[in-house]
């Protein structure tokens, strides 16, 4: 089950995991900007990334980590994505990882890297080295909530939970912290993810885990159309709450399997909610389909179209930009039993807008969570996405990113 009492605890409510965020002069704004995560006990490690080609240096060195099976840390920074920056950024994100782990007595090969920021920027490493090493030093295990705040770019909070479960007559816990606000989409984009547990699992099923829960969380959120270049999830899993081994499918895994799926999908939506000057956060629920990747691809082309987004941020039920969206999704559908409502409430039906109670619809557009559902009644499969309006401050923010 959640715990919101130790939502702030984070990545340090389970067992021998502490964290720290510290301020060590990358972000302009002078904000924390260095995390450290830190387990003494070794961890089985797993992790996702980003399918741009154009990946940053920290993504190929964390992929070593997690090809290992084992880690002990994650050292993040903000306010510099280390981005396309060439043979210096791979000794930047290499000596990262060896200042972490001289600090901490472990080897460099044990810790992940990750970086989000500015794109085209050399990490300040006199900065970075200083930040590490007061990161390390302030490593407790009430630091979740400045490490979470240290990952933060344009996002108006740090996303964390906490959550425990008893598996094998063992009570497991989990923790997490998040960041992700804009350049979301496809497949988890300028996101970091931070779980950690102290429950005892084979790291070829934590992976298992990771890889098919990302698909019905991380990869199922869009704020803008636009893939990064940073972007990571990594679970930690250091065996502390004594379970026996989860080293087989089962009804431990499931159990397992299910708190994390419930994180992650908590934290998507966090994320969405989260965009750049979003003021809407709105359900995209597609069903109907022959397939889930039917579904999906339906549901993105609703979630991705400027037009339905500023429309639902100037609380306009242009149901016609929506459909419009269907159409183009490049499932073949017909329109004639094809239904779409705005908040439960039908606007279109049998190929043409629905008769309805304009003052109940207004009451809709005038939420902050709206529901757009969408019945194609050709099939069992759906899928659900999860986005935000488009709004003056979006343009705003990026257009005055990197200055």
Known sequence: MFSEKHAKAGVTFPQGFKAAGVKAGIKKSGNLDVAVIYTEREAAVAGVFTQNAVAAASVSVSKEVVATGTAHAVAANAGCANACTGEQGEKDARATQEITAEA?????????????GVIGVNLPM???EKGLRAAVAALSADGSENAGNAILTTDTYSKSCAAEVEIAGKKVRFGAIAKGSGMIQPNMATMLCFITTDAAIDSRLLQKALSE???????????DGDMSTNDMAVVL???AA????????GADYEAFKKTLDSICKGLAQRIAADGEGATKFLTVNVSGTKSFADAKTIAMSVAKSPLVKTAFFGEDPNWGRVICAVGYAGIPMDPKTTV????????????VGAACDEEALRAVMGEHDIAIDIDMG???ASATVWTCDFSYAYVKINGEYHT
């Open 104 to 116: 901490l007595g472990c080897t460099a090969e044990d810790v992940i890297v990750a970086s989000t």
């Open 126 to 128: 006199d900065k970075m």
């Open 213 to 223: 829960t990302t698909e019905v969380s991380f990869n199922m959120i869009s704020i």
């Open 237 to 239: 899993a250091n065996g």
């Open 242 to 249: 004594g379970n026996a081994r989860i080293q087989a499918e």
């Open 340 to 351: 779409v409502k705005f908040g439960g409430i039908p606007i279109y039906a049998n190929g």
């Open 378 to 380: 050709a099939g069992e």
